[in-house]
C-alpha cells in the first residue's frame, strides 16, 4: 500500500480545505430509554436489512455488516469479547467496501483467513478479494464475475445466474473446503447448484472455477403455492439450460437460506418466497438417506410449535454467528424494499441445537432496532426547545410505521435534552408524541414557529399527500412549555383553499421576507421550496397567502422531475452568523444555498454545493478525503442543524428513508487525511466540485486498455471511452451535464476504481 494524499477543489475556490470545517459523523452524544443506553441510536435505522459478518479491523473479533440493497452498507465494530459481542456503529469502514448490488456475502473463499466479498454485480455473481489495509481495514479488490461451462470442465462462458432481488445461498454446499453457490434458475422454481471445482481440479486456494452440477438441487420444486413438491427431478442431461417444461412457470422472488438445522452436517434450507409474510423450512435427508442432497420434510409456516416468522413481505434469513457463542444462529428480516415491516424488522432465533436435536428459540422481533433511533421509514429531525430549559430536545417525524393492512402511520418521537456539562445526552420521553398516532396521518414532517403573530411557537405537520395540518399553541405566554391543540386538520390558505403542495409536504417556519411575521416554506416531491406568505394583521389568527412554488429557484436533484423531496432547514450553521437554506433530498445529498437572510423572495438562490460537508447518503460509496462520504445517512436526508450542548459549536442531525437518524459534529477539516490505495493501480479526480472539464488521473493499470464511464446517480450511463494500455490520464468535458451528482468509473481488467464528482455552475 502507498498512500494518496487527495485533495478538495472547488469551482468557486480551488484549492485544498485546510482550515476550513466539515461535519463528521459522531457518537458521542448518549441517547438513553429510560436508564438504558440506545447503543445503535445514531445509526440511521434498519428497513430491510442484509447481515453477513467478517473481521473488518484485524482484531480477531467477528464484525457486523448490514447492507440494504439501493441503500448501503453500515458497518459495525464488535468492542466486546468472544461470546459476548458489544456492536458500535462504526461508519468509517463501510468506506472500503465497493459499490453493491442486489446482495451482500462475506466468505473466505481463498481461505486465508481475510474475508471476501460476494454481491450481485452485472452478472448474478461477482466476487472481491478480501485485504487489509495499512491502517488494518479491511478492503476489497475486484477478482472476477462467476460464469461457467456446461461441459464441466472448460472456462466459462454463461454467467451464474441469481434473479436481481433474491438472495443466494454463498456456503461450501458440499463439504470439500471451497465455497459454492446456489440460486433460483431463471424460469424460478427449482435451485442451481454452481459447484466449485477448485479442491478437485487441484487448483490454487486463490481462485473460483465453478460448474453448473445440478439444476434441481435439493430435488425441490417451489412453485405458486407455499407447499414445495419434493422428490422433484429435473432434466441434467448433459446440463443444459433447459428446464422441464411441464413445470408449471413460477413467480421470481426468493430467498434461500441454507444452513445445518438439525447440525447432521448436511444443509437443509429456509425458503423466503415473495409471495408470502413466512418462510418454508426444508430438511435435507443426505445423511440420512444416502449422500445426495434431497428435501426430505417440510413445515410450510416454520416454525412448527414455536415463534411463526410472519414478515410482511418476502422475509429472508441469514445464518450467522450474531451471538458469538460458536453456533451461527438466524436473523430474519424482510427483503421488499419501501414495502414491509420497518420497525419490527430483525427477528432473532438462537441456535440452542445439539448434533441430531434442534432447537432454535425466538429471542426478539426487533433486535437491534430496539437499540437505535428508528421511527419507520422516512424520518424528519427537528431540533426545538420544547421544555424551555435553553436546551433544544430532539423531535422526529416520518413517514410513518407500516401497518399489518400494508398502508403507514405516522407517529412523532420526542427526546428530551438531558445534558449536562460535558456529557450530552437525550432520554426518550415517548414515541407518540400529542398522540399523533390517532388522527391516523400518513406522514408527520413537522416545524415549530409561531405562525399565527401571537409570540408562542405553533406546530405544523406535513403529510405524504402533499397537505398538512395546524396544530395552535394556547400555552398562557411564551415562556411557558407549549400546548398545542390541533386547529386545522387541514391546513388552508388565506382564501380557505386546503393547502397541498401535490406529495411529501416538508415544512419549516421562517421570516423570509423579513417583515416580522414568520412564513411557512414547504419542501415537496418536486425538490422545489413553495412559499406561502404570513398576511395575517390580526394576533392569533393565522392567515398565509401562496407568493412562489418555486422560492429561489432553489431545486435538489435536479435531474429529475418529481420524486426528489426537498426537506428543508433554514437557520445558522457555521461561524458565519449568516443563515442559510440547506435542502436535503431523495438522492441523499444536502443541497446547501445562500442568500437567504436577503428578504428578497425574488431572488434565485446561489448554490453553493450540491454535497454539503460531503455528507452524502447514495448507495454507491467513494473516498473523499476526511469526509463521511461513503456514510450513510440514507436515501431522503433531512438535516436539522443547531448547538446540541451549548459548546458553541454546531451539530446536525440528519434523518434518512430508514427511519433513523445520524448525528454530525463540526469539526476542523483534517488535511493530513491519506487514503490507502492498492499497489497495482491508483486514481484521481480533479476539480471536485467541476465546472467545465473533469481531469482524471491513473497509474498502475497492468498495461490493460483503460475504459472510463461517467453514469448518474439512476445508474443511467452517460459517457464511456477507451483509452490505450499506455495513457495515464484523460480530460472530459462536462459542461452538458446537470448541475449534480455523478460516479466515474475506471476499469482496467479485473481492476475497477470508483469515484464521485459533482458538477457546479
Not at 424460469?187 to 447448484?193: D, H, K, P, R
Amino acid at each position: 500500500m502507498r498512500p494518496v494524499i487527495l485533495f478538495l477543489f472547488s469551482c468557486f475556490a480551488l484549492g485544498n480545505a485546510s482550515g476550513q470545517y466539515m461535519y463528521y459523523p459522531d457518537n458521542s452524544v448518549k441517547v438513553y430509554k429510560g436508564s438504558t443506553e440506545l447503543t445503535l441510536a445514531w445509526c440511521g435505522g434498519f428497513d430491510n436489512p442484509q447481515f453477513t459478518m467478517g473481521d473488518l479491523n484485524r482484531d480477531g473479533l467477528q464484525d457486523l455488516v448490514v447492507f440494504e440493497a439501493n441503500k448501503g452498507v453500515k458497518t459495525f465494530i464488535n468492542r466486546g469479547t468472544t461470546g459476548n459481542p458489544d456492536y458500535r456503529y462504526a461508519p468509517q469502514y463501510a468506506l472500503n467496501f465497493p459499490p453493491l448490488y442486489n446482495y451482500l456475502v462475506l466468505a473466505d473463499y481463498n481461505r486465508d483467513n481475510i474475508p471476501d466479498l460476494f454481491h450481485g454485480g452485472y452478472t448474478g455473481f461477482s466476487a472481491y478479494k478480501g485485504y487489509y489495509n495499512s491502517s488494518n481495514q479491511l478492503c476489497f479488490r475486484f477478482y472476477m464475475d462467476l460464469f461457467y461451462n456446461n461441459d464441466l470442465s472448460a472456462g466459462g462462458s454463461a454467467n451464474a445466474f441469481c434473479n436481481p432481488g433474491d438472495i443466494p445461498a454463498i456456503v461450501d454446499v458440499d463439504n470439500d473446503g471451497d465455497i459454492d453457490f446456489v440460486s433460483y434458475n431463471i424460469i424460478g422454481g427449482t435451485l442451481n447448484y454452481y459447484k466449485n471445482l477448485q479442491v478437485e481440479n487441484g487448483l490454487p486456494a486463490d481462485s473460483i472455477h465453478i460448474a453448473l452440477k445440478d439444476k434441481c438441487w435439493g430435488k425441490v420444486y417451489q412453485g405458486f403455492y407455499r407447499t414445495h413438491s419434493l422428490a422433484y427431478s429435473c432434466n441434467n442431461s448433459g446440463l443444459k439450460p433447459t428446464y422441464d417444461t411441464a413445470a408449471k412457470t413460477t413467480h421470481s422472488g426468493n430467498t434461500p437460506c441454507l444452513f445445518d438445522w438439525d447440525m447432521d452436517n448436511d444443509y437443509d434450507y429456509l425458503d423466503g418466497s415473495v409471495s408470502y409474510n413466512e418462510m418454508t423450512f426444508l430438511k435435507n435427508g443426505r445423511t440420512e438417506h444416502g449422500g445426495n442432497d434431497s428435501m426430505i420434510l417440510q413445515d410450510t409456516t416454520w416454525q412448527n410449535g414455536g415463534k411463526k416468522i410472519e414478515i410482511p413481505v418476502w422475509p429472508a434469513a441469514f445464518n450467522i454467528d450474531i451471538d458469538q457463542d460458536g453456533k451461527k444462529d438466524l436473523v430474519v428480516s424482510p427483503n421488499a424494499p419501501n414495502a414491509s415491516e420497518n420497525y419490527k424488522c430483525v427477528w432473532f432465533y438462537k441456535n440452542l441445537s445439539t448434533p441430531g436435536v434442534p432447537s432454535w428459540q425466538f429471542k426478539s422481533d426487533s433486535f437491534l432496532t430496539e437499540r437505535t433511533i428508528d421511527a419507520g421509514s422516512g424520518s424528519y429531525p427537528v431540533l426545538f426547545d420544547y421544555n424551555k430549559d435553553g436546551k433544544v430536545d430532539l423531535f422526529i417525524g416520518s413517514d410513518g410505521y407500516r401497518q399489518a393492512s400494508g398502508i403507514m402511520r405516522s407517529k412523532i418521537s420526542y427526546y428530551k435534552n438531558s445534558s449536562t456539562t460535558g456529557n450530552p445526552s437525550f432520554t426518550l420521553q415517548t414515541r407518540d408524541f400529542l398522540s399523533i398516532d390517532t388522527f391516523g396521518f400518513i406522514g408527520a414532517a413537522p416545524s415549530f414557529g409561531d405562525i399565527d403573530n401571537d409570540g408562542k411557537a405553533d406546530l405544523v405537520i406535513g403529510h405524504t399527500d402533499g397537505s398538512l395540518s395546524y396544530f395552535k399553541n394556547v400555552a398562557a405566554t411564551s415562556a411557558a412549555q407549549p400546548v398545542w391543540q390541533i386547529a386545522q386538520r387541514m391546513l388552508k390558505d388565506n382564501t380557505g383553499t386546503d393547502i397541498n403542495v401535490f406529495a411529501r409536504a416538508a415544512p419549516i417556519i421562517y421570516d423570509i421576507d423579513k417583515d416580522g411575521k414568520k412564513d411557512l416554506l414547504i419542501g415537496n416531491t418536486f425538490g422545489s421550496l413553495q412559499y406561502f406568505q404570513n398576511v395575517s394583521t390580526t394576533a392569533g389568527a393565522i392567515s398565509l397567502k401562496l407568493i412562489n412554488t418555486d422560492l429561489g429557484q432553489a431545486k435538489v436533484d435536479p435531474l429529475n422531475v418529481i420524486g426528489c423531496f426537498s426537506a428543508p432547514f433554514i437557520g445558522k450553521i457555521d461561524a458565519s452568523g449568516k443563515d442559510y437554506l440547506l435542502m436535503g433530498s431523495n438522492s441523499g445529498n444536502i443541497y446547501q444555498y445562500d442568500s437567504i437572510g436577503s428578504g428578497d423572495s425574488t431572488l434565485t438562490y446561489p448554490l453553493i454545493t450540491a454535497q454539503y460537508s460531503y455528507i452524502d447518503s447514495s448507495y454507491l460509496i467513494y473516498n473523499h478525503p476526511g469526509s463521511p462520504a461513503g456514510v450513510y445517512s440514507g436515501l431522503r436526508s433531512a438535516p436539522a442543524v443547531a448547538d446540541i450542548d451549548n459548546d458553541g459549536e454546531f451539530e446536525m442531525v440528519v434523518g434518512d428513508i430508514r427511519g433513523g437518524v445520524t448525528f454530525y459534529k463540526r469539526k476542523l477539516y483534517d488535511n493530513s487525511y491519506v487514503a490507502d490505495i492498492p499497489e497495482q493501480g491508483s486514481v484521481s479526480l480533479f476539480p471536485n466540485p467541476v465546472c467545465d472539464e473533469l481531469n482524471i488521473n491513473w497509474s498502475g493499470m497492468n498495461d490493460k486498455t483503460v475504459s472510463v464511464l461517467i453514469t448518474n446517480m439512476q445508474g443511467h450511463l452517460l459517457v464511456s471511452k477507451d483509452y490505450p494500455s499506455n495513457a495515464s490520464n484523460a480530460k472530459l468535458t462536462v459542461n452538458s451535464l446537470p448541475v449534480g451528482l455523478y460516479i466515474c468509473e475506471i476499469k482496467a481488467g479485473n481492476n475497477r476504481y470508483y469515484q464521485k464528482f459533482t458538477v457546479l455552475r
